[in-house]
Nanobody
Framework: QLVESGGGLVHTGGSLTLSCSASGVTSADYSIAWFRQGPGSGRRVVSCFSNIDADTYYSDSAKGRFTVSRGSAENTAVLQMSAVKPEDTAVYYC???????????????????????WGYGIQVTVSS
């Protein structure tokens, strides 16, 4: 089970940190990915974090502005968003699966269907 937290309203240029907590994890070799779905658009990957080796993946829109890392609590990953833009407004979902990000992501994106566990999503709204 995955639970997202930390969403809300933020001004353009501001920062926000999302957290994803996973329960029922039976192996340290897992990845947590962040996807988002903006108004009127499909769900797209934002970032991925591999717990066992800290490997990461970022979409072009996230590179240089977002940072994904292991959270301080067990089986938690955080997505630090900075210099946010109105186009970052979306419902953000975390997803998890055993294995590394490299098992599900290429230079062109992450395979959404590769992740078997999903959170319910959390709203992030960036005001202009």
């Amino acid at each position: 089970q995955l639970v997202e937290s930390g969403g809300g309203l933020v001004h353009t240029g501001g920062s926000l940190t999302l957290s994803c907590s996973a329960s029922g994890v039976t192996s340290a070799d897992y990845s947590i990915a962040w996807f988002r779905q903006g108004p009127g658009s499909g769900r797209r990957v934002v970032s991925c974090f591999s717990n066992i080796d800290a490997d990461t993946y970022y979409s072009d829109s996230a590179k240089g502005r977002f940072t994904v890392s292991r959270g301080s609590a067990e089986n938690t990953a955080v997505l630090q968003m900075s210099a946010v833009k109105p186009e970052d407004t979306a419902v953000y979902y975390c997803a998890a699966e055993y294995g590394g990000c490299s098992d599900y992501c290429t230079d062109y994106g992450c395979f959404e269907r590769g992740f078997g566990s999903w959170g319910y999503g959390i709203q992030v709204t960036v005001s202009s």
